[in-house]
C-alpha cells in the first residue's frame, strides 16, 4: 500500500523558515514526479512546486525565490523536501505532498500544517 508520509509543520512568525520532509513508501513502481500543493481556509487547493525525477523544479510565482524544492531518489524511499524561507501570512496553509506513481496514478499526503502569523 502507497504511503506518503509528512512532516515538519507548524507555527512560524512571519519571515521565519520552515522545511517540510515526505517519504513514499510501499510502492513496487517508480514515481515520476513529487510535488507540494497547498489548501488555504475557503480557497482551493493549489500547486507550490513540483520536482521531476531527474530533478527538475517547477514553481508557482508565489513560491518562486523563496521556497526551494528537492528530492532523494533514493531506492525503495523517495522523499521530497519544500525548504520555505521568507514566510509570509498568505503562506499559511495545509501543505499537501503528492507523487505520481508511473502505471498507477496520483497519491496525497494527509496534509500538514503550516502557520504563518505573529
Known amino acids: 500500500q502507497v504511503q506518503l508520509v509528512e512532516s515538519g509543520g507548524g507555527l512560524v512568525q512571519p519571515g521565519g523558515s520552515l522545511r517540510l520532509s515526505c517519504a513514499a513508501s510501499?510502492?513496487?513502481?517508480?514515481?515520476?514526479?513529487m510535488g507540494w500543493y497547498r489548501q488555504a481556509p475557503g480557497k482551493e487547493r493549489e500547486l507550490v512546486a513540483t520536482?521531476?525525477?531527474?530533478?527538475?523544479?517547477?514553481?508557482a510565482n508565489s513560491a518562486q525565490g523563496r521556497f526551494i524544492i528537492s528530492r532523494d531518489n533514493a531506492k525503495n524511499r523517495d522523499s521530497v523536501y519544500l525548504q520555505m524561507n521568507s514566510l509570509k501570512p498568505e503562506d499559511t496553509a495545509v501543505y499537501y505532498c503528492y507523487a505520481k506513481i508511473i502505471t498507477v496514478g496520483d497519491y496525497w499526503g494527509q496534509g500538514t500544517q503550516v502557520t504563518v502569523s505573529s
Open positions: 510501499g510502492t513496487r513502481f517508480g514515481i515520476s514526479a
Open positions: 520536482i521531476s525525477n531527474f530533478g527538475r523544479g517547477n514553481y
